[in-house]
């Protein structure tokens, strides 16, 4: 009953941009804090930025004055600006929610807990 459909992703050139977006659907009551984490090929997955819903923002040391991360609650929907992009950039993009309340039309108001979109493919060319 709840979606999360990241897009934007793409090929860019190094020292380029790209705007990601995280897309919710379902009967939404509440998206909580989201975050954006990356992963490259043979490599950890890796928390880029937070946007609380109280629209705190953190970010990892790598992307700080780079990448912007916003939200508009109205569309059910954050973004992640990314500019300067370096090849290292380079990877697949997850946004998460860690809860999502939304109408369940057997069980009511539930919460979903920790949960991803499917990724968008980011890459970056030297």
């Known amino acids: 009953q709840v979606q999360l459909v990241e897009s934007g992703g793409g090929l860019v050139q190094a020292g380029g941009s790209l705007r990601l977006s995280c897309a919710a659907s379902?009967?939404?009551?509440?998206?909580?804090?989201v975050n954006w984490y990356r992963q490259a090929l043979g490599k950890q997955r890796e928390l880029v930025a937070t946007?609380?819903?109280?629209?705190?923002?953190n970010y990892a040391d790598s992307v700080k004055g780079r990448f912007t991360v916003s939200r508009d609650n109205a569309k059910k929907t954050a973004y992640l600006q990314m500019n300067s992009l370096k090849p290292e950039d380079t990877a697949v993009y997850y946004c998460?929610?860690?809860?999502?309340?939304?109408?369940?039309?057997?069980?009511?108001?539930?919460?979903?807990?920790?949960?991803y979109g499917q990724g968008t493919q980011v890459t970056v060319s030297s």
């Open positions: 946007i609380t819903s109280g629209d705190s923002t």
């Open positions: 998460n929610v860690d809860r999502i309340r939304f109408i369940d039309p057997t069980m009511g108001a539930r919460d979903a807990i920790d949960y």
């Open positions: 379902g009967s939404i009551l509440n998206i909580n804090t």
